[in-house]
């Protein structure tokens, strides 16, 4: 090689090794020659030798800089770990993370498993969508809120429907009394449901409708809202919640027994498949599963089992995987423990990818990537010191965008004490704004990636919400698990173990159980206008007094008719909704057919 000074070629040195003498040829020495060692164990070799070191040095620095420290500051507890129980150490290093493989565990952006992230750019090409969840009272008074936070910046509406709703009943039904218009907005035939969206451009807007039992009635409701706005079918963007198993988990607000109920999320899954393209007609909620006392863990675990079970019934139904499995969407919880929520996201995603291309055999990427929805912990919002509650929804939203979220509501400080009020909505939207547009979080993808501790996170996380899916899969799936009330014993376990964490102040709440004020600022509350009853009665009235009757009659017929079969329900619901029939009536025609889920009463 040429002297960089001189330029000169400088003369190759000499071996130090003996020259044979001339003529003769030394026989290699047995047991001298060995074959070199594959690159492979090269490396490995090196990486195991550089762990002993670390090793080494780390005891090193515990005996002579953290040991004389403990001795005079002995740390907070005995013990810390993550609210799913997983052990926190002082110091993560590169030895924690020795097992971790770049391409199999994190790969990149947009590519298998998707740990970190489903799309190459992420935020830097588009922001998540942000929404407020809202509804209440009558459809004139929810349609003035999503026009606000419309003209707020907000980008996409999130309906909350009240009770009576939910459950298929009408608003001048008896069991109805006392919670129209409560907590979400009354629906009692499309004639709501078009004073609902007035003046809302629907292909424009992506709409995500927080609907369970009655998914499919609202959602055709939607879809001939559309229609009758002259946008296209295939311009409608949006996802109905649709998540009838994690009902008999965890909330309640369930109709029809399992089998029946399942049926209408396969034919809802047919019908947007071939209807609907662009939108999500299902999203497994994970969300009311951990604000009923889960873990993070169990969060995922059971998320992922109701989501095998929805795509086990598509099958058995004969839908094509690689068509289904690429519009489930998922909805998850953002709760307080910071990293921890972060990690969950993370392993969801790698999970869900390996179940996709190993359980199902799914070839399309857009099948493995989990697209999901959060929104800020509910239960973690505190009646005491209101104001405390706006630095919660802040760090919890925080840790859903930098977990990868692709949608993301912010509840309101006041959600504790009553349904928000516009001031306390617009404070809660314009935290997410300044998350996007102030802090620079957005700027690169998946920030935390290659941190120790998340990273040993990330992958307990996913480990045990694993073991947790053998377990069910042991059992006999999903539906056998609710059914025999494993996966209810399990939340309200976790649950209660919390609780006593907080009463005996292992848990520390802020402003509840340490640091308590003697004297309280309540904020200013909404207050739900008590003539929606009649305002909502009148017009269910009035449109049984002008529809025609002949026409509801055979619709209602048709939809019998066909429950009893087994055709597709929602062409027949559509029908009947274009009739004008109510919710009410709707779903009595199903119960007919279906009957009524009873849980069964534990000895």
């Not at 998707?114 to 969508?129: C, D, Q, V």
């Not at 608003?171 to 009354?186: F, L, Q, T």
């Not at 604000?291 to 058995?316: K, P």
């Not at 049984?544 to 026409?551: I, T």
Request: aromatic share 8%.
């Amino acid at each position: 090689m040429a002297s960089e000074k001189s330029g000169k070629a400088r003369p190759a040195k000499l071996s130090k090794a003996r020259p044979a003498k001339p003529g003769k040829v030394r026989p290699a020495k047995p047991g001298k020659v060995r074959p070199a060692k594959p690159r492979r164990a090269r490396v490995r070799e090196a990486r195991d030798t550089r762990g002993d070191g670390m090793q080494q040095a780390r005891a090193r620095w515990e005996a002579e800089t953290l040991g004389p420290l403990l001795a005079r500051a002995p740390e907070r507890s005995a013990t810390f770990e993550t609210t799913s129980g997983i052990p926190i150490a002082g110091l993560y290093t590169s030895g924690d993370v020795r097992g971790l493989e770049y391409e199999r565990d994190l790969g990149y952006p947009g590519a298998y498993p998707f740990t970190r992230g489903i799309y190459p750019a992420m935020y830097r090409s588009r922001l998540w969508t942000m929404r407020q969840y809202a509804g209440y009272a009558g459809a004139e008074e929810s349609n003035r809120r999503f026009r606000y936070l419309l003209d707020q910046g907000q980008t996409g509406l999130s309906v909350a429907f009240d009770l009576p709703t939910q459950m298929g009943l009408d608003s001048d039904h008896p069991m109805a009394e006392g919670e129209v218009g409560k907590v979400g907005v009354a629906i009692d035939s499309l004639a709501d449901m078009e004073v609902l969206f007035d003046r809302i451009p629907l292909d424009r807007v992506s709409t995500s409708m927080t609907i369970n039992a009655t998914a499919a009635i609202l959602l055709c409701m939607y879809a001939v809202v559309a229609e009758r706005q002259g946008v296209p079918a295939d311009r409608l963007d949006g996802t109905t919640q649709n998540d009838i198993l994690k009902e008999y988990i965890a909330r309640g607000t369930y109709i029809y027994p399992p089998g029946p109920s399942m049926r209408l999320v396969t034919d809802t899954f047919a019908f947007c498949a071939e209807r609907l393209p662009r939108w999500n007609p299902i999203s497994v909620s994970g969300y009311h599963i951990r604000e009923a006392g889960a873990t993070a863990v169990q969060e995922v675990a059971f998320t992922l089992g109701n989501a095998i079970a929805y795509l086990d019934a598509a099958r058995g139904a004969g839908l094509p995987m690689d068509r289904i499995a690429p519009q489930l969407a998922f909805f998850f919880d953002a709760q307080m423990y910071f990293f921890e929520e972060i990690a969950k996201y993370r392993a969801a995603r790698r999970l869900w990818a390996r179940i996709m291309r190993e359980r199902f055999g799914a070839r399309d990427p857009q099948s493995c990537m989990l697209r999901f929805h959060t929104q800020t912990a509910g239960v973690a919002l505190t009646a005491q010191q209101p104001d405390n509650n706006v630095v919660r929804v802040t760090l919890q939203a925080l840790a859903a965008v930098l977990g990868g979220t692709q949608s993301l509501h912010t509840n309101a400080r006041d959600e504790a004490l009553a349904l928000p009020t516009d001031t306390a909505a617009l404070l809660a939207l314009r935290t997410q704004q300044i998350i996007a547009y102030e802090t620079g979080v957005a700027d690169t993808v998946d920030p935390l990636a290659g941190s120790f501790y998340v990273e040993t996170l990330t992958s307990e996380i996913e480990r045990r919400a694993d073991a947790y899916l053998e377990q069910i899969q042991g059992i006999g799936g999903m539906l056998r698990a609710i059914e025999q009330g494993y996966v209810q014993r399990e939340i309200s376990e976790a649950a209660y173990r919390e609780q006593q964490d907080v009463e005996r102040g292992r848990r520390v709440i802020v402003g509840v159980n340490r640091f308590q004020a003697a004297e309280e600022h309540l904020p200013s509350l909404l207050r739900v206008d008590p003539t929606v009853v009649d305002r909502q009665t009148a017009r269910l009235h009035r449109v049984r007094a002008e529809r025609d009757g002949s026409r509801v009659s055979a619709a209602l017929a048709a939809l019998g008719d066909g429950a009893a079969g087994r055709e597709n329900l929602l062409p027949l619901i559509a029908e009947a909704v274009r009739a004008y029939a109510t919710i009410g009536e709707i779903c009595d025609t199903l119960r007919a057919s279906f009957g009524v889920y009873r849980p069964p009463v534990e000895v």
